[in-house]
Each structure stands twice: as C-alpha cells, then as structure tokens.
C-alpha cells in the first residue's frame, strides 16, 4: 500500500510564495514521475508540473518561472515552490505519484493521488 500526504496550502496575498510538499509512504515500491496538478472551482483538473525519477521537469504556461518543482528521492518527497502567485494560481492542487510496487513474484503499476491542499491567493 502507498499514501500519499500533502502539506503547504495556504491562505496567500498575490505576489507571495509557497511551498507544497507531498511525502510518499508504504513499502516496496519504487517512484517514477511525480507531478503536481490543480483544479480550480467549475474547472477541470489541469498539471502544473511533472518531474522524473531523473528530475526532468515539464511545466504548464502558465506557470513557467514563477514555480519550481523539485524532489528528495531519499524521502521519497516532491515539492512545489510558487513564487510570484496570482489569484488565478487559486485552486485545490493535488499531488501525483507514479511507480511500480513490488513482492515477490509480482509486480504492480500504481498511479497515486493525494487529498489535496487548498491554495488561495488574495488581491
């Protein structure tokens, strides 16, 4: 089994930063892409960066040098710094992890999503 738990949601003025995490934990797995998407109300979920288990990053538009993601392969953690936030940055953003958990004789390919953290940027 894995979990995923997010933190770093917040209450922000525009112009501000933040800083998610998202700590993956079980046993017996192995993480490939992580990523970060978001949705905000009446819209539908979109990404807003993926980074390999080789930290190549992909980043939407919208939010190419403003955010950056990054991981700690060792805590088996991706973050998300946002600098530079807009309102329209508010939305739920949500973690996701990708990888293959593993016993003997067997294998499985998981596609993981966390709860989800609340960011909401003021004007």
């Known amino acids: 089994q894995v979990q995923l738990v997010e933190s770093g949601g917040g209450l922000v003025q525009a112009g501000g930063s933040l800083r998610l995490s998202c700590a993956v934990s079980?046993?017996?797995?192995?993480?490939?892409?992580m990523g970060w998407y978001r949705q905000a109300p009446g819209k539908e979920r979109e990404l807003v960066a993926t980074?390999?288990?080789?930290?190549?990053?992909n980043y939407a538009d919208s939010v190419k040098g403003r955010f950056t993601i990054s991981r700690e392969n060792a805590k088996n953690t991706v973050y998300l710094q946002m600098d530079s936030l807009k309102p329209e940055d508010t939305a739920v953003y949500y973690c996701?992890?990708?990888?293959?958990?593993?016993?003997?004789?067997?294998?499985?390919?998981?596609?993981?999503w966390g709860q989800g953290t609340q960011v909401t940027v003021s004007s």
């Open positions: 079980g046993s017996s797995f192995r993480l490939n892409a």
């Open positions: 980074i390999t288990s080789g930290s190549n990053s």
């Open positions: 996701n992890a990708r990888g293959v958990w593993s016993a003997p004789g067997t294998f499985r390919n998981f596609d993981y």
